[in-house]
């Protein structure tokens, strides 16, 4: 038994040690989705995906500057790739739910390519609670005093919170991903 909690203390240790670094990637991902820089508009949990004929309008567009639209922005970096991020909004007494994204769109001729992901570091920071309440969970249930009863509701509970915020996380990726991948073509396109 002593053993087993030694086990379950390095799990949950290592879960949380997990977590705050999903936490402060994904802040970094936010940040720098916001700001158009950095190399991880490659990274994330795809949640749009498209490959469809766009005219090469890009080709016009000022290299490295950031071009704000009015809820995303976009950034041409190279010759045949655009990144665009939605734009982070500041709504106080408005309930909204913004799942930061950060797209790309890679060309080549006259077809498009358009990946939209949300950030790897709140998948991290999700996964590290599912394993840490997992090894709560366990633990309670194990525990010579404990109710399994109880121990079972409790895991539930934390599967079923970490659950619906990522099953919202990714929802809301989507439906952000659709909004946003719609307005930067229509800036791309050459009948505005």
Known sequence: MKVLAIVDGV???SAWCVGIA???LGLYETISAWRLTGALFRLGYVVFTESKEVPDTMLSLPLNQIIKLEDSQLKLIDAQTLIFSSRLRFVFFRPHLQTPIKGMISWNRSYASIVVRIPIGLILFFAAWFIGWTIGGVVTGLSPDSDLLEALVFL??????????????????R???????????????PEK
């Open 11 to 13: 799990i949950f240790v």
């Open 22 to 24: 999903g936490w402060f």
């Open 156 to 173: 539930l509970f934390g599967w079923l919170i970490a659950g619906t915020i990522c099953f919202l996380m990714v929802w809301g990726g």
């Open 175 to 189: 439906q952000e991903a659709e909004k946003t991948v719609a307005q930067v073509l229509h800036y791309l396109s």
